[in-house]
């Protein structure tokens, strides 16, 4: 069974992200780099991406005419997505595993960020088994 | 050498003896990671020199030949790189010349590969992806892709079921009889799983892959060869045929869902029907029956109803009760309400989900809900029925099945407001 795994983070997290010490970044996007490595490896990795600043971010609509209408400057409180994991387990409990995994990514001085992580199962329903 | 165009048949023919030759391999060399990748050398060699040198007069003899050369390179290689001296491989006998290579143990050869593949030490997902590469054949991207993950993730499961065999050091050899019910149940699992993964399609939006029915097919029948006398094999090869033959009328022109009520049945597949029918008669009066032989037997039953008012359902009914005494199963109690429904009225049918309620396995489960809505619309309660409809639409994980509990609760709404448009949709 898929679940998609979301990193939700509010406008703000992008600026404080770029204000951590060098160390903190590099700890921290190297946790992430491990993190998807050993997903891959464990054949449980589906897709994982990270998304750029929403800094840029617009919502779009059709118009009259089918053209794009764009609307954005958001709120700095607003929470976007920052990023998401697809893994292919055998369980929810690996799923929620494999979350906590990432929401323990390591913060500023080191310690565990905690984020929260959302986890929703992909449409797809595992085989209707009789016996 | 036989001079022979390379077409589809020689594709078949490769694919039919790739178990053949890697469990020959295995059985000679007793590692099976390094055999897979060197049947899978032997078999990119066979296609890039038969087709120009012409065919070998023994394929098979040829691919085990190539194979084995390939796995005593590598051994060399691995001994060279532990400093060992190659003695030591040739006193383990790895390097014995191909004594029993052209002995008619290939069948036997499949079959203990089957056994190690579904072997149920490994996860269902493991154990089907390493069924499909190293028996069916299939390649890496082909399996990916019919389960939607990418490539190199495949790869890695396939490798990882491949050494969690090798480091369980499961013999290669034929389960005795003692293990032998155990494993043959895993492998049959396995092959259920396989099918029911490429008919139920429980993956992306599509709902049905039929490529992976076809190869669950295709090797149950080889299993099937492999022990003609077994019953439960026999019947999971009719279930599958009996299910499979109705394949072309369960989706309509965008891959909604056609329940088995509204299915144009002359697009069933009378010949898969017939097969199907025929293997039941042959194993039902041997005795002992299973679960599978059972199932098989209620697919026949609905596949010989020309029209859904046909459908022999005191058969059914009785069919489940024998089903629901040999596996406590809350899906085959499920089913039995279904049919008890259909012979003694929606009513009865109710009851008996009261009854699954308190069992409480089935909870939060969107089968209850969706036939807990069927049983009430029968009953005549359209307000209940769609509330149920919706409750299953907002639980069940695959596609095509919510869009048509959706579409079932649209329907029965708008029968309420509009009560003479309800006739023409049923």
């Known amino acids: 069974m898929k679940y998609i795994l979301m990193m939700n983070c509010p406008k703000t997290g992008y600026d404080t992200f770029g204000a951590w010490p060098q160390k903190d970044i590099q700890a921290h996007i190297g946790f ?11 054949g449980e990795l589906v897709s994982a991406e990270g998304l750029a600043s929403p800094h840029e971010a617009k919502v779009v609509r059709a118009g009259k005419d089918g053209a794009p209408v764009t609307d954005g400057v958001f709120p700095e409180a607003k929470e976007f997505l920052a990023g998401y994991w697809i893994v292919d387990v055998e369980s929810p409990e690996q799923a929620y595993a494999i979350a906590a995994r990432a929401s323990a990514a390591p913060g500023p001085g080191g310690a565990p960020m905690n984020m929260p992580i959302e986890v929703r199962q992909v449409m797809s329903g595992p085989p209707e088994d009789l016996l | ?20 030759v890697l469990g020959a391999v295995v ?23 038969w087709p120009r040198e012409g065919f070998p007069d023994n394929p098979r003899a040829w691919l085990i030949q190539v194979a084995s050369r390939r796995m005593t390179d590598y051994l060399r290689s691995e001994s060279a790189r532990r400093r060992r001296e ?4 040739m006193q383990s006998g790895y390097l014995a010349p191909a004594a029993d290579v052209e002995n008619g143990t290939d069948q036997d050869d499949t079959l203990i590969l089957i056994f190690m593949c579904c072997h149920p030490a490994l996860t269902p997902s493991s154990a089907i992806a390493l069924t499909l590469r190293a028996v069916g054949g299939l390649t890496t991207a082909e399996i990916a ?5 990418p490539e190199a993730t495949m790869a890695q499961r396939i490798s990882r079921a491949k050494n969690s065999i090798k480091t369980s050091g499961v013999p290669f050899r034929l389960p005795t009889s003692q293990e032998r019910t155990e494993r043959l149940r895993a492998v049959l699992h396995v092959l259920y799983l396989i099918f029911n993964e490429g008919y139920t399609s429980s993956v992306g939006p599509q709902l049905q892959r039929s490529d992976l ?3 669950a097919i295709r090797l149950t029948r080889a299993v099937h060869n492999l022990l003609p006398h077994d019953g439960e094999v026999a019947g999971l090869l009719a279930l599958m045929l ?21 299915q144009d049945r002359t697009l069933w597949d009378q010949q898969e029907i017939s097969e199907g029918i025929a293997l039941l008669t042959a194993t039902l009066p041997k005795g ?11 697919a026949a039953v609905h596949d010989e109803a020309a029209r859904a008012e046909d459908t022999d359902w005191p058969q059914i009914l009785a069919l489940y009760d024998l089903l629901q005494r040999m596996s406590d199963n809350p899906m085959v109690m499920l089913n039995h309400a279904i049919a008890a429904a259909m012979v003694h009225g929606p009513s009865k049918g109710l009851g008996l989900l009261d009854a699954l309620d308190a069992d409480g396995r089935l909870a939060g489960h969107h089968r209850l809900d969706a036939v807990r809505a069927h049983l009430l619309e029968l009953a005549g309660d359209h307000q209940a029925a769609i509330a149920y409809y919706r409750t299953a639409a907002g639980r069940t994980t695959s596609l095509p099945e919510r869009n048509y509990l959706l579409t079932q609760a649209a329907r029965l709404t708008e029968g309420m407001t509009n009560p003479a448009s309800n006739d023409s949709t049923r």
Request: hydrophobic share 45%.
């Open chain 2, 213 to 215: 029915s076809r190869e």
């Open chain 2, 288 to 298: 002992s029956i299973g679960a599978y032989q059972l199932q098989a037997a209620i």
């Open chain 2, 145 to 149: 892709n019919a389960f939607l993950v």
């Open chain 2, 1 to 20: 050498m036989t001079s022979r165009p390379w077409d589809a048949r020689s594709e078949h023919l490769l694919r039919e003896l790739a178990p053949q």
């Open chain 2, 27 to 49: 059985r000679r060399f007793r590692d099976f990671p390094a055999a897979e990748d060197a049947v899978q050398e032997a078999m990119v060699a066979a296609a890039i020199q």
């Open chain 2, 86 to 89: 190659p003695a030591v491989a």
């Open chain 1, 32 to 42: 992430m780099m491990s993190l998807n490595k050993a997903l891959r490896e464990s």
């Open chain 2, 242 to 262: 009996l299910t499979d033959a109705r394949c072309a009328a369960r989706t309509g022109p965008d891959g909604e869902l056609i329940p088995l009520t509204k």
